[in-house]
């Protein structure tokens, strides 16, 4: 249907329609932890200071690219007293390149550009991706997605047209450097290597030994960060199995929020002490793994659902509970964590 079309008009398209979409966020107010948490000049990390703090302090969790970036904005744009409007309007920027950025990853991968259009659409308007983009804290998870896309179309470009000759390429090594990136920016982008594995088996199968090989050396940053994320992690009570419970639990909640967002508000208050109470944890838990396990069974018949599946978890992983983080004591789940998991939806249209 939009074979004719050229790609760059329809990614002017998607970009314009974020922007059109989201632009009433820009008069909206900072909420309450906005300015408690990143922007309270009596806050531990202030927008005024040496940017170089940034990168030698951890807060609580460790994004000094992040903080470096809204340093500039407000030096820039927000001069004196805090104006929210020009960090609302990074987000609904950032938000709009991703759009674009998945649009032309997904072109790419399926060579069909009504597909990899209306995969841009689904990840551009999804009820799901409001939060991250209305909520100025949260330009961390719509930055290092950013990142995240850069160094998947890198890669896979690479692949396209270096297929053997990856390691010593500029292309692969520069998916290095925004992956690194992308775990500066917020941490979560730790699970980008795991993303091109299963994009590799699905689209590009001849490879996968040799893309498996090549991510060890990512493995570096990878265990950097997450040497950051267990040293700043708080304590738990949560038991080992429950820990499973909840992980089953939260993984339902985001495809049930995916597949039928509903209710459009946020949810919060879903502490682990109260999944782990909750009897519906067991049956999720358990709907999870025979949904696993049959697409495990059923990946050669349906690669798309299952390579969805996968991306979905995969994105989601690092916030299921198995490992605790700081924002467990006010809710195990929050729409903002599925941000990136968008990009498994859009896996199915082709």
Same mark, same amino acid.
């Given at each position: 249907m /939009?074979?004719t079309v050229?790609?760059?008009?329809l %990614?002017?398209i *998607? $970009?314009?329609?974020s922007? +059109?979409?989201f632009?009433r966020t820009?008069?909206?107010?900072?909420?309450?932890d906005?300015a408690?948490v990143h922007?309270n000049?009596?806050?531990?990390?202030?927008?005024?200071?040496?940017?170089?703090?940034?990168?030698?302090e951890n807060?609580?969790m460790?994004?000094?690219?992040?903080y470096t970036?809204w340093a500039?904005?407000?030096?820039?744009f927000?001069?004196?007293?805090?104006?929210p409007?020009p960090?609302h309007? /990074?987000?609904?920027?950032t938000h709009?390149i991703n %759009?674009?950025l *998945? $649009?032309y990853?997904?072109? +790419?991968?399926?060579k069909?550009k009504?597909?990899?259009?209306?995969?841009g659409?689904?990840?551009l308007?999804?009820?799901?991706q409001?939060?991250s983009?209305?909520w100025?804290s949260?330009?961390?998870?719509?930055?290092?997605?950013?990142?995240?896309?850069i160094?998947?179309?890198?890669f896979?470009?690479?692949?396209?047209?270096g297929?053997n000759?990856l390691?010593?390429?500029?292309?692969y090594w520069l998916a290095?450097v925004?992956y690194?990136?992308?775990?500066?920016a917020?941490?979560?982008?730790?699970v980008l290597?795991?993303?091109?594995l299963?994009l590799?088996?699905?689209?590009?199968?001849?490879?996968l030994?040799?893309?498996?090989?090549l991510?060890?050396?990512w493995?570096l940053?990878a265990?950097?960060?997450i040497f950051?994320?267990?040293?700043?992690n708080?304590?738990?009570?949560?038991s080992f199995?429950q820990?499973f419970?909840?992980?089953?639990?939260?993984?339902f909640?985001?495809?049930?929020?995916i597949i039928v967002?509903?209710?459009?508000?946020?949810?919060?208050?879903y502490?682990p002490?109260v999944?782990?109470?909750?009897?519906f944890?067991?049956?999720a838990?358990?709907?999870?793994i025979?949904?696993f396990i049959?697409l495990?069974?059923?990946r050669?018949?349906?690669p798309d659902v299952?390579?969805a599946f996968?991306?979905v978890f995969?994105?989601?992983l690092?916030v299921?509970g198995?490992?605790?983080f700081?924002?467990?004591?006010?809710?195990?789940v929050?729409d903002?964590y599925?941000?990136?998991a968008l990009?498994?939806p859009?896996?199915?249209?082709p």
């Amino acid at each position: 249907m /939009l074979e004719t079309v050229n790609k760059k008009y329809l %990614a002017c398209i *998607l $970009f314009t329609a974020s922007v +059109l979409i989201f632009a009433r966020t820009i008069q909206y107010d900072a909420v309450w932890d906005d300015a408690r948490v990143h922007f309270n000049p009596a806050n531990q990390v202030k927008m005024d200071q040496d940017v170089s703090a940034f990168w030698t302090e951890n807060s609580g969790m460790y994004i000094p690219l992040t903080y470096t970036t809204w340093a500039l904005v407000k030096q820039f744009f927000s001069a004196g007293n805090f104006n929210p409007a020009p960090f609302h309007l /990074l987000n609904v920027i950032t938000h709009s390149i991703n %759009a674009v950025l *998945l $649009f032309y990853l997904l072109l +790419l991968l399926f060579k069909n550009k009504t597909a990899a259009f209306f995969g841009g659409v689904l990840f551009l308007v999804h009820p799901i991706q409001v939060e991250s983009i209305a909520w100025i804290s949260e330009f961390r998870g719509l930055y290092s997605t950013f990142f995240c896309l850069i160094s998947l179309l890198l890669f896979f470009k690479q692949q396209e047209t270096g297929k053997n000759q990856l390691f010593f390429s500029k292309g692969y090594w520069l998916a290095l450097v925004f992956y690194i990136l992308a775990l500066l920016a917020k941490p979560s982008g730790i699970v980008l290597p795991l993303i091109i594995l299963v994009l590799s088996w699905r689209y590009y199968k001849e490879q996968l030994n040799q893309v498996a090989k090549l991510l060890l050396t990512w493995l570096l940053p990878a265990v950097i960060f997450i040497f950051l994320l267990m040293v700043k992690n708080p304590e738990s009570n949560v038991s080992f199995v429950q820990r499973f419970l909840i992980a089953g639990y939260t993984l339902f909640f985001y495809i049930q929020k995916i597949i039928v967002p509903y209710p459009l508000v946020a949810c919060y208050g879903y502490t682990p002490a109260v999944v782990a109470a909750n009897f519906f944890s067991s049956i999720a838990f358990i709907l999870c793994i025979s949904i696993f396990i049959l697409l495990i069974i059923k990946r050669n018949k349906f690669p798309d659902v299952f390579t969805a599946f996968l991306l979905v978890f995969i994105c989601v992983l690092p916030v299921l509970g198995f490992i605790p983080f700081a924002y467990q004591a006010h809710s195990t789940v929050a729409d903002r964590y599925a941000y990136m998991a968008l990009i498994g939806p859009a896996m199915l249209l082709p």
